[in-house]
């Protein structure tokens, strides 16, 4: 499926650029992305909500991704995706409980991401 829009959180600059490119190759729109969890929920509030959100849990701001994600699942139907290099399985735990779509680790394939994107979006869907 494509021209859904997804809003990439994420406070590397680097990182967001190569999944924006990935994302828009695939036919994805993509926001502009958030480099925080507060810039995140500003977003939301005053854009129309994305198809699906890809999550870092390490941003800036005060707000990390897992507390981020919580506050975005209380006021709004999104699904969410965890991009993460932190592999503990406490955190794995505590992303899943938020965002049962899915949590993809750094370095990612590309085409396991897109795997990934394209599940979240079509189970959203139904």
Known sequence: MTGEIIQIVEDEGLIALHLT??????GYRVLDPAYSGEMALRVLELFPIPGLILMDIGLGGSLDGIETARQIQKRFTVPLIFITAYTSENLLVRMLE?????????????????????????????
């Open 21 to 26: 490119e990935i994302l828009e190759k695939a």
């Open 98 to 126: 938020v965002a049962p779509e899915g949590v993809i680790t750094k370095p990612f394939v590309d085409t396991d991401l897109l795997d990934l994107v394209g599940k979240a979006l079509s189970h959203a869907a139904t």
